[in-house]
T-cell receptor, first 114, second 113 residues
Framework: DGGITQSPKYLFRKEGQNVTLSCEQN?????MYWYRQDPGQGLRLIYY???????QKGDIAEGYSVSREKKESFPLTVTSAQKNPTAFYLC?????????????FGPGTRLLVL | AQSVTQLGSHVSVSEGALVLLRCNYS??????LFWYVQYPNQGLQLLLK??????LVKGINGFEAEFKKSETSFHLTKPSAHMSDAAEYFC???????????FGSGTRLSIRP
């Protein structure tokens, strides 16, 4: 089955620790996205990538980093600089950024701070 | 600049009643419009989308939405609510020239027995 997988489902971070959230897609999509979801605030874009080895900051990139070494993978690192990381993180992909293509979402990772 | 406003953070209807979730957008160019549904602790699933052509769009699970350019609206409706429709619904807009989708803040739909 084609789709987007995110792991882990739940992730716990200690103070000062960097953690990495995984996102993999087998849809052969060019573009991938990371969103943060907080209650009552909808989805906010963290980073996006339209092509391998290239990515752009979204609206709330501070305290986060990404890489896009392979077309199917777009991991997100939440660094210690992100002071309020507790949220639900969603990864998405689309066939081609900049056009009408629909974004398809993974099941999400919930990050909690110990 | 694009923006989208969902009126009502929480809507409650009785089972069998009409569902109406409101969405207004702003866009300087013809927009693409989307409705997504999210069940608890899950990702978003596309309900329907408008790109061009017919302004009444039918989606999954009996939902439909009408693009009204004069009102800059894209309200989501379903004639008869089911208990399984209880979820959060997000409206989203994308300019044809943009690479990003802008999401509304969401509307939580509750269904009363």
């Amino acid at each position: 089955d084609g789709g987007i997988t995110q792991s882990p489902k739940y992730l716990f971070r200690k103070e000062g620790q960097n953690v990495t959230l995984s996102c993999e897609q087998n849809l052969n999509h060019d573009a991938m996205y990371w969103y943060r979801q907080d209650p009552g605030q909808g989805l906010r874009l963290i980073y996006y990538s339209q092509i391998v080895n290239d990515f752009q900051k979204g609206d709330i990139a501070e305290g986060y980093s990404v890489s896009r070494e392979k077309k199917e993978s777009f991991p997100l690192t939440v660094t210690s600089a992100q002071k309020n990381p507790t949220a639900f993180y969603l990864c998405a992909s689309s066939a081609l950024a900049g056009r009408q293509e629909t974004q398809y979402f993974g099941p999400g990772t919930r990050l909690l701070v110990l | 600049a694009q923006s989208v406003t969902q009126l009502g953070s929480h809507v409650s209807v009785s089972e069998g009643a009409l569902v109406l979730l409101r969405c207004n957008y702003s866009s300087s160019v013809p927009p693409y419009l989307f409705w997504y549904v999210q069940y608890p602790n899950q990702g978003l699933q596309l309900l329907l989308k408008y790109t061009t052509g017919a302004t009444l769009v039918k989606g999954i699970n009996g939902f439909e939405a009408e693009f009204k350019k004069s009102e800059t609206s894209f309200h989501l409706t379903k004639p008869s609510a089911h208990m399984s429709d209880a979820a959060e619904y997000f409206c989203a807009v994308k300019d044809s020239s943009a690479s990003k989708i802008i999401f509304g803040s969401g509307t939580r739909l509750s269904i009363r027995p």
